[in-house]
């Protein structure tokens, strides 16, 4: 796995560890469970990346065009927030571009459309 997919899942991972802080403070604090689930909402998509970059390693094309998309989406949100006036929401939209950037370079969109070979067959398992 090149360099730039190996940071875009670093990045996703720590975009992760700040939804669980973030999801960690809003419930001590003693908030109820609406305005937990909409932190939960308004992140959706780190959840999404998470699930995505767990599968970076052996995926194809489709899973980096699904990471792409849900990152775009994830600095939309970014950017209405911000214009809401939430400063919080600077550290996600600066590591959805930068996530961005990573998988999108020439590297990273080669490693995706990579042949494959088919798997072999574990011993014991004839082929018939």
Known sequence: M??????????VFVLAAFLAALLADTA????????????LGRNVT???LFVLAMRFAGSGNGIRTAATVATCA???VGVVLFLAGR???????????????????PCAVAWFKRPRTPERLSQGYAAS
């Open 2 to 11: 090149p360099r730039s997919v190996q940071a875009a899942r670093v990045l």
């Open 87 to 105: 400063t919080v929401a600077w550290t996600g939209f600066a590591l959805s571009f930068a996530l961005l950037a990573l998988l999108t370079r």
């Open 28 to 39: 001590l604090q003693g908030s109820g469970p609406l305005e937990t689930a909409g932190v």
């Open 46 to 48: 780190v959840v999404v």
């Open 74 to 76: 994830h600095l939309a």
